[in-house]
């Protein structure tokens, strides 16, 4: 950040305050957001500091607060200049480096079982032979492999299919529960940049819907250059409010497109169960794919090995009937050929990663 303060009076000023206001949760990591000092008439000062975002969304910097006074003391006159800024901070990328970096240090495909999408057909890529049929091109002929078998063979090749996936961010109130910066919410927002940025990288086509009881954005599946700008925007505006309205939210997704897509839904499954079977079965019907990966709330909250006995008691509870709530979903959902997985912090981006390669090697969505 940088300040610059003009007099653009005839009069000197002796002593001058000036105070840069920024957000409660941003870190002042280098400098100081004030300066104290002395003006000339028509001179300017200025000062800088650098700040640290610790957490994405809409922020506004300022008021910034002035304040001269004479040479005693005595008197003073304060004046605040609201002309706030407003910054939109992106969601972190720290696990699309992490991944980045990684892959450099070995294939994907060992660190990650990549796999590709594959079906027989005019490719580059080599697979085998096969007996030649009637209306083959002769092109395809590979004469050495004949002569050796004494029969016509033709070669074969593989062609790489892409897949279209569109990424259901929950944003309800319930999805913010959690550490400051390790809610739900937060976690889902992680897989989902993380999600894109896999597909980009393998020519996929990847969406981005954020909803509660409304659709709150919704970037359409693409492989633009600037895809991964439009979803990261989507994204860092995400509140926690409301509530989940599954219909309403894959309703408008279905208006949106027609091409055949695997929609995973990064949901905590805390509201009723009923709408959200409705919703998967408009899944089905429109000829979708879906699977839910759930947050776990108590997994994402205080360990139970920092409560008393029995607040101990009273978790331990709670997460028996939550999990058993879970598994009647579970069950309830598998009747439509759709998966719930429950995660926690741990495993959440992990488990991201492994399913869209389960996606790639099943061939699910393709376009």
């Given at each position: 950040m940088r300040v610059t303060i003009h007099n653009r009076s005839n009069r000197h000023f002796d002593f001058i305050e000036c105070h840069d206001l920024?957000?409660?949760?941003?870190?002042?990591?280098?400098?100081?957001?004030?300066?104290?000092?002395?003006?000339?008439?028509?001179?300017?000062?200025?000062?800088?500091?650098?700040?640290?975002?610790?957490?994405?969304?809409?922020?506004?910097?300022?008021?910034?607060?002035?304040?001269?006074?004479?040479?005693?003391?005595?008197?003073?006159?304060?004046?605040?200049?609201?002309?706030?800024?407003?910054?939109?901070?992106y969601p972190t990328y720290k696990d699309v480096r992490r991944l980045e970096?990684?892959?450099?240090?070995?294939?994907?495909?060992?660190?990650?079982?990549?796999?590709?999408?594959?079906t027989v057909g005019m490719g580059t890529d080599f697979t085998g032979f096969r007996e030649y049929v009637p209306g083959d091109a002769f092109r395809l002929i590979d004469w050495k492999a004949s002569a050796r078998r004494g029969d016509l063979v033709v070669k074969q090749y593989e062609m790489e299919k892409n897949i279209q996936i569109i990424c259901m961010v929950d944003s309800s109130g319930s999805m913010g529960n959690g550490y400051p910066e390790n809610t739900k919410l937060e976690y889902a927002i992680r897989a989902a940049v993380l999600l894109t940025h896999m597909g980009l990288e393998r020519k996929d086509l990847v969406g981005t819907c954020v909803f509660s009881d409304r659709v709150h954005a919704y970037v359409p599946p693409s492989a633009s250059p600037g895809h991964m700008y439009a979803v990261l925007e989507a994204l860092a505006m995400a509140e926690p409010r409301g509530w989940s309205?599954?219909?309403?939210?894959?309703?408008?997704?279905?208006?949106?497109?027609?091409?055949?897509?695997?929609?995973?839904?990064?949901?905590?499954?805390?509201?009723s169960p009923a709408p959200l079977i409705n919703a998967m079965?408009?899944?089905?019907?429109?000829?979708?794919?879906?699977?839910?990966?759930?947050?776990?709330?108590?997994?994402?909250?205080?360990?139970?090995?920092?409560?008393?006995?029995?607040?101990?008691?009273?978790?331990?509870?709670?997460?028996?009937?939550?999990?058993?709530?879970?598994?009647?979903?579970?069950?309830?959902?598998?009747?439509?050929?759709?998966?719930?997985?429950?995660?926690?912090?741990?495993?959440?981006?992990?488990?991201?990663?492994?399913?869209y390669e389960l996606a790639k090697k099943k061939g699910v969505a393709m376009l």
């Open positions: 920024y957000p409660e949760t941003w870190v002042l990591a280098i400098g100081e957001n004030f300066i104290a000092s002395r003006i000339e008439p028509g001179d300017s000062i200025t000062f800088s500091y650098i700040l640290q975002v610790r957490m994405r969304g809409r922020y506004e910097l300022g008021p910034t607060e002035v304040i001269l006074r004479d040479r005693l003391g005595l008197h003073y006159y304060k004046r605040t200049l609201r002309a706030p800024t407003e910054i939109l901070v970096a990684l892959g450099k240090q070995r294939q994907l495909g060992l660190m990650f079982g990549a796999h590709r999408t594959k309205d599954y219909e309403g939210a894959i309703g408008y997704v279905c208006k949106q497109t027609r091409k055949r897509s695997l929609v995973i839904w990064l949901t905590d499954l805390e509201e079965k408009t899944v089905v019907a429109n000829g979708h794919r879906a699977m839910i990966i759930s947050p776990f709330g108590p997994w994402f909250e205080a360990p139970v090995g920092q409560f008393g006995p029995l607040e101990k008691v009273l978790a331990e509870a709670v997460s028996e009937e939550l999990w058993e709530r879970r598994a009647k979903i579970g069950r309830a959902l598998a009747r439509f050929g759709i998966s719930v997985v429950n995660v926690g912090p741990e495993d959440f981006l992990p488990t991201i990663m492994k399913q």
